[in-house]
C-alpha cells in the first residue's frame, strides 16, 4: 500500500474513519496492512460511504438530529475497551490516521447519520396482516423444518500407538460400554463422562439437537435409524467407534403462519425501511448529479 500519510493527505478525519472501517469490514485489516489492489477497493468503498454520509448530514432531515455527548462518549469507550490498554489503543489510531479526538469527531458524525436514517426508516410503509399472509403463501418452503434428533454418544478412538486403542481392543471397550448403557440407559451420561473420549464427554456425550447430515454419515445414518431413547449398536467412524443415544426425536414440521407471523412482520418491516433509506440517498444523489 502507498504510504498512509501520502494516502490520505489532505482528507478530513472523518474521511479516514471511513477508510479504516472499510478496510475493517472488507479485509479484516488496518490500512497499513492492506495491498495497493485491496487499497484502492478501500478508497472506492470509503469514498461513496463518505460521500453518502455527507449528503445525509447536509439535508434539511439532520437539521435537528443532534446526538448527546455521552452516546459519543459510549462509542468511543466500546472501541478504547477492544484494546488492552490506552497506549495500544492510540497507537493504532495512529498506525491508521485517527486520534482519540479525530476518532471522536467521525464517530459523532456517524451516530448522526445514523439517527438521519432512523427518522427516514419511520417513513416506511406499515407492515399489515395482508403482507404478512402473502409471504408465508409464497415463501412456505422456508418455513419448513426438517426432523431433528438430540442425541448423545460415547466414543472410543481408533489409535495404534497406544495398545489399548488398537482396533481390536478400541472395539472391544466400547461394546462392554455399549452393554453398560444398554442394560441402564438413564447412566448413558454418567459412562460417558467416565469412558467417552470425545471432548463432550464433559456434559455427558451431549451432541445437542441435530438435523440429517450434520454428523459423520455412519453416525448420522445410524441415529436417524433409532427409536426414541433407544441405544445403537457400536458404530464405526473414521476416529473411533460410537455408542449412540437418541434422547428425542422432532419430527418435521411446517411452522404454522401464526407462529411465523412476528418474525414474518419484522422482516418485512426492516426490508420496507431499508427500501426507504436507499430510495431517499438514491434522491440524494440524483439532486447533487441535476445541480452538477
Request: hydrophobic share 35%.
Amino acid at each position: 500500500m502507498p504510504e498512509l500519510n501520502f494516502a490520505i493527505l489532505g482528507k478530513p478525519p472523518a474521511y479516514r474513519y471511513h477508510l479504516l472501517r472499510n478496510a475493517l469490514e472488507t479485509f479484516q485489516k488496518n490500512l497499513p496492512q492492506l495491498d495497493e489492489n485491496e487499497f484502492d477497493r478501500v478508497c472506492l468503498r470509503a469514498d461513496r460511504s463518505f460521500q453518502l454520509e455527507t449528503l445525509a448530514l447536509q439535508s434539511p432531515e439532520a437539521s435537528q438530529v443532534i446526538v448527546p455527548p455521552e452516546q459519543v462518549d459510549a462509542a468511543v469507550q466500546e472501541i478504547a475497551n477492544r484494546y488492552p490498554d490506552d497506549h495500544d489503543f492510540t497507537s493504532d489510531l495512529s498506525q491508521n490516521g485517527l486520534t482519540p479526538d479525530t476518532l471522536r469527531q467521525a464517530l459523532q458524525r456517524e451516530l448522526r447519520f445514523s439517527s438521519v436514517l432512523g427518522k427516514i426508516a419511520a417513513r416506511s410503509i406499515d407492515i399489515n396482516d395482508l403482507d404478512v399472509q402473502l409471504y408465508y403463501e409464497m415463501n412456505k418452503e422456508r418455513f419448513k423444518q426438517a426432523e431433528t434428533r438430540t442425541a448423545r454418544h460415547i466414543l472410543i478412538t481408533i489409535n495404534d500407538e497406544y495398545p489399548e486403542n488398537s482396533r481390536d481392543n478400541a472395539l472391544q471397550r466400547i461394546r462392554q460400554v455399549a452393554a453398560q448403557a444398554s442394560s441402564n440407559p438413564k447412566q448413558f451420561g454418567k459412562l460417558a463422562k467416565q469412558y467417552s473420549e470425545c471432548p463432550t464427554a464433559m456434559e455427558g456425550g451431549k451432541l445437542g439437537t441435530v438435523p440429517r447430515g450434520q454428523l459423520y454419515p455412519q453416525l448420522d445414518d445410524r441415529l436417524f435409524s433409532l427409536f426414541n431413547g433407544q441405544i445403537s449398536e457400536p458404530v464405526e467412524s473414521e476416529i473411533g467407534f460410537h455408542v449412540l443415544l437418541c434422547e428425542q426425536i422432532f419430527p418435521a414440521r411446517t411452522i404454522s403462519l401464526s407462529q411465523a407471523r412476528p418474525q414474518i412482520r419484522t422482516l418485512l418491516q426492516e426490508r420496507a425501511q431499508r427500501n426507504c433509506q436507499k430510495a431517499w440517498l438514491k434522491q440524494l444523489e440524483a439532486s447533487v448529479s441535476t445541480e452538477l
